[in-house]
């Protein structure tokens, strides 16, 4: 029986085969260096090369400042740090200027009723009691009054359950609003659980407005019902159109289980332009 010491003593071949071993074991992998460098490309979340010009970039700027207050004396120090002051004050308040007429205009969950009264077209995320009484579809039409296009985007279900049809054959009639042909169309057979179909779907209906002429802050998403699939997919749609998002929401009683009478508002959830019109500038964040 062969006994492998660990001083290194013993036949060579079993020298050579713990070295090898040792080697194995101390040296990392190929793996493990690329993990290790990937890590070091981004310092906290900045890219790495970045991160060092900054730094180095700063210590050149600490040694040109100590050696200008070394020629000049205290003038050298004082300029720099009033020049440095001025910058940093003239950008603080020109940031500070943006976000304030930003948020001026725009808070996240704004209620859009008057803004609602005023857009020409919608595209609404359809659930499966879209059509009951007292539904959010016939809120929706009476509050957009300028309406003049509506794009249903229904599911599988909706389809087969008659949700779709209920709403263009009876709710829309309830509403007293009569939409000339070709101006609702419907958006279906997607799945209630696919947030790419909703975002398809919701992609190709505001580029059925587009077509028609209207201007972005002209449209709204409804997603006050739907799956919350089919809602994200209906934001990701809208966000990258720049079309705002809207849902109903009230006020909820903690007693009754139930909204608040009186309390229901459409709220957009991210307002991106001043005004609703052809000329509204879209806002900077």
């Not at 700063?58 to 300029?79: E, S």
Request: some cysteine; aromatic content about 8%; charged content about 20%.
């Amino acid at each position: 029986m062969v006994v492998h010491s660990r001083d290194g003593h013993g036949p060579p071949e079993s020298r050579a085969a713990n070295y090898r071993h040792q080697a194995a074991v101390l040296m990392p992998t190929a793996g493990a260096v690329h993990r290790a460098l990937s890590r070091l490309r981004h310092i906290a979340g900045f890219p790495s090369g970045l991160v060092v010009s900054f730094f180095f970039s700063f210590y050149l700027l600490v040694n040109a400042v100590t050696y200008v207050g070394a020629i000049w004396g205290i003038l050298g120090v004082i300029l720099p740090l009033v020049a440095s002051c001025l910058v940093t004050a003239a950008l603080v308040w020109r940031w500070q200027r943006k976000l304030s007429t930003a948020l001026s205009i725009s808070q996240l969950d704004f209620p859009d009723e008057s803004r609602l009264a005023r857009r020409r077209g919608l595209v609404v995320v359809v659930g499966l009691d879209s059509a009951q009484p007292g539904t959010t579809f016939l809120r929706l039409l009476a509050a957009a009054q300028e309406c003049e296009f509506v794009a249903l985007v229904t599911t599988v279900q909706d389809d087969e359950l008659g949700v779709t049809g209920d709403l263009v054959d009876k709710v829309m009639p309830l509403a007293g609003r009569a939409f000339p042909v070709g101006n609702v169309r419907v958006w279906g057979g997607n799945s209630a659980e696919s947030l790419t179909d909703a975002e398809t779907s919701v992609t190709e209906a505001l580029a059925w407005l587009r077509r028609h002429g209207l201007h972005p802050s002209q449209m709204v998403v409804d997603v006050s019902k739907g799956r919350r699939s089919m809602q994200f997919g209906a934001l990701i749609a809208a966000d990258r159109a720049s079309v705002e998002v809207q849902y109903l929401a009230a006020d909820w009683h903690p007693l009754d289980n139930r909204p608040k009478e009186g309390t229901h508002d459409f709220f957009v959830v991210r307002t991106m332009w001043t005004e609703v019109s052809e000329d509204a500038a879209e806002l900077e964040y």
